[in-house]
């Protein structure tokens, strides 16, 4: 195991400080209303550029910056094509349901994701149900950011990677905790910050390293010539899988309850089409670099004791020890933003939709703070337990629980929001059609299921289908409950 010495522990140490520092600056920030609206959503007021930049860096989570690099260490150029869905993931992501998720919530004052079902549909059943599959999906999710970090500290710090684990639990679970979603939102705009230009500077360097593309094309051929080809070694991506996932990033991200809740945190719509727009630019600079990253790093280190180290031990490989440390806070953002926005949500979920919403007397103040604290440690404990067996590729992870939050919440959100016909049994049809079908294609084909594509797309089809259905045979919801979402 090895580190780049004490120049990367002052640069990690350094970096922990600014981000807690952020969290104690939002901490006094918060605005003196309610307990909820301002630990959950920011009292409501995320401009353009924290807006966007809290967005992608929730988005781009460990899955990029250690899975992808580590797939395109073992893939080649066929990665390339892997992620080139993700070009359009804020187009479809802001397009399809910011404005109108940011409208709806600010109208009717839902603070998370099952609220906004519940009420929409009038159904404590749906609330409950919604939250329990948050907290499941996302306690998986958060397994591979675990991973994703404790990785980058073997490399980084020479920290075994038990103990790594337990240092991502507390340092995120401490600042989510203290400072709420504001926190959250402003760290998030900081560490967008370090892994963009943390991964530019890490790219600069690889190819000086490496002698340019060129040696980097020799280099691969020498060693393969299915590492230069569009399917990629052992036929990694065929057609099929391809398309999948041009249709996976996008519409998986747009179902993503964590993201959903940056749409109601939102301060205006003029801040969701400027911060549409700068999540485009920054996707277009970020991606190609990190599995440029991973690709050089099958010529420079082909060898690795772990597959997810190709990213950190690839800057170790080319990056002066003075700059590694803040070039290394690149994907150390990237896991920590994912990893405090998800807990985030899932202690939301925990004690907003499952235990505040469902009492008949009302919480006071500090009673939600303590138990919300308590319920974000919980659940970080949680993910730590699962954390301790990780899998060979973490990306796998990120893709199963990614897209297993969209098919269960994609398309009767979609519809909730759009179609008044939509009901309470179409949005549980949807939503138990999606989780459902999900589970059984994983369970009963992996990641390949009819026809070859991805269980997503079929689980997709069978939630909009399930949703249709199950309004249009059952009875309309009263137009009392519609008017606050569609007016009169």
Request: glycine letters at 12%; proline letters at 6%.
């Amino acid at each position: 195991m090895t580190s780049a010495g004490p120049a990367v522990w002052i640069s990690f140490v350094g970096y922990l400080i600014v981000t807690f520092g952020l969290a104690w600056a939002a901490r006094r920030k918060a605005s003196a209303g309610p307990f909820f609206e301002e630990f959950f959503v920011g009292g409501r007021q995320l401009g353009p550029w924290v807006l966007g930049l809290t967005w992608i860096a929730t988005s781009a989570s460990g899955g990029s910056f250690i899975g992808t690099p580590s797939l395109a260490h073992a893939n080649g150029w066929s990665v390339m094509l892997w992620i080139s869905g993700y070009i359009v993931v804020a187009t479809v992501g802001f397009g399809l349901l910011g404005k109108r998720i940011a409208d709806v919530g600010r109208r009717t004052g839902a603070l998370t994701l099952p609220d906004l079902l519940r009420d929409r549909f009038a159904s404590p059943a749906i609330g409950a149900l919604s939250a329990l599959a948050i907290v499941v999906l996302h306690v998986s999710y958060m397994v591979a950011q675990y991973i994703a970090g404790a990785r980058v500290m073997e490399v980084l710090l020479g920290v075994p990677y038990e103990w790594g684990i337990v240092g991502f639990a507390l340092t995120v679970g401490i600042y989510t905790s203290y400072g709420g979603f504001r926190a959250v939102a402003w760290t998030d705009a900081f560490q967008a910050i370090v892994m963009l230009f943390g991964v530019l500077i890490a790219l600069g360097f690889a190819l000086d390293k490496v002698g340019g593309f060129g040696p980097v094309w020799e280099g691969l051929a020498a060693q393969s010539a299915d590492l230069l080809t569009p399917e990629g070694p052992e036929a990694f991506l065929p057609w099929q899988t391809a398309l999948s996932f041009f249709v996976i990033w996008p519409f998986a991200n747009a179902g993503q309850p964590a993201l959903i809740a940056r749409f109601l945190a939102c301060r205006d719509r003029r801040s969701l089409k400027r911060a549409a727009f700068l999540i485009g630019l920054y996707i277009l600079l970020l991606y190609p670099a990190v599995i440029m990253i991973g690709i050089i790093g099958r010529v420079l280190v082909p060898e690795l004791e772990a597959a997810d180290h190709a990213m950190p031990a690839t800057i170790l490989a080319c990056t002066p020890p003075v700059l590694a440390g803040l070039v290394l806070a690149a994907p150390m953002a990237a896991i920590m933003s994912t990893l405090s926005s998800f807990l985030l949500v899932s202690s939301s979920a925990v004690v907003r939709d499952l235990y505040q919403r469902n009492r008949s007397a009302p919480l006071n103040e500090n009673s939600a703070r303590a138990l919300t604290q308590l319920s974000t440690f919980a659940i970080a404990a949680i993910g730590l337990l699962f954390a301790l067996d990780p899998p060979q590729f973490l990306q796998y992870i990120v893709v199963f629980s990614g897209t297993g939050l969209a098919a269960t919440f994609l398309c009767p959100t979609l519809l909730a929001v759009y179609w008044p016909r939509m009901n309470k049994v179409g949005c549980l049809a949807g939503m138990l059609g999606g989780f459902c079908s999900f589970g059984l294609q994983y369970a009963a084909f992996g990641t390949q299921s009819f026809g070859g594509f991805d269980p997503f797309v079929w689980s997709l089809g069978v939630s909009g289908i399930g949703a249709a259905a199950g309004s249009l045979m059952s009875s309309k919801d009263p137009a009392a409950l519609l008017e606050p979402y569609f007016g009169s």
